[in-house]
């Protein structure tokens, strides 16, 4: 069964990409509605899930929305092993997310 937790402001996002084998990091807002939207994709498939969801709030971690080349909300980036590995940018449909997330499940 997967987790989903938001970075703390003090919390570094290298430890804990390479502290599972699994992470996918969404890179949100609070006020972006389609980020909202693609959190309830996330709560579908969560239960069946082998990986932590990591939110990382665009605002709070500037740094890091830059340092991942985050130009849309919402970004998903999923690391294996610390490595990025796949990038889901913007909001695909309900199908096309179940299918991206598939190989995790």
């Known amino acids: 069964m997967g987790e989903r937790r938001e970075l703390r402001p003090d919390e570094d996002l290298a430890p804990v990409v390479e502290s599972r084998e699994t992470v996918f990091v969404e890179f949100h807002a609070d006020w972006c509605a389609p980020c909202a939207v693609l959190d309830e994709f996330v709560d579908e498939v969560l239960e069946d899930l082998d990986a932590l969801v990591l939110k990382v709030d665009i605002e709070a971690h500037a740094d890091l ?31 096309t997310f179940r299918d991206l997330v598939a190989p995790w499940r």
Do not use: K, Q, Y
């Open 65 to 95: 929305a830059d340092a991942h080349n985050v130009t849309t909300d919402p970004t998903m980036i999923v690391f294996e092993d610390g490595e990025a590995v796949e990038r889901i940018t913007g909001l695909p449909d309900r199908e």
